[in-house]
């Protein structure tokens, strides 16, 4: 029973869950945010789940929502599993002198976009 909650992880959640109302209130009222939201790379799973899990509860139309933030997220995904692979590849002798591009920290991007932000 003294494991089965926490203080400080039931007052993070509830915070967690004011960010995301607060966040859907700022997409129905700013076009601004709604702009830099569908430019930037996305979000983490964890989050891009609590956004879509949110939606309907938050938003008159969440199925719209939805589709430009998953539209977002795949593009986002497809980004950085192209990097990974090019990193990949630069293992190999062969591709010795391939540019690194945007790959070389790939990686840490993709489990960034997995897990979230590591603070190195």
Known sequence: KITSSCVVCD????????????FFYMWE?????REKVLSSKGFC??????????????LKNPAEFVRKIY????????????????FTL????RNKDMEWGTAEDAPIRAIEKIQGYINT
């Open 11 to 22: 007052r993070v959640n509830e915070t967690m869950k004011r960010y995301i109302e607060i």
């Open 29 to 33: 009222k700013d076009e601004k945010f």
């Open 45 to 58: 799973l964890e989050h891009f789940s609590a956004l879509v899990e949110g939606a309907a509860k938050n």
């Open 71 to 86: 539209d977002m997220e795949i593009e986002n995904l497809t980004r950085i599993n192209e990097d990974v692979h090019k």
């Open 90 to 93: 630069k293992f190999d002798y």
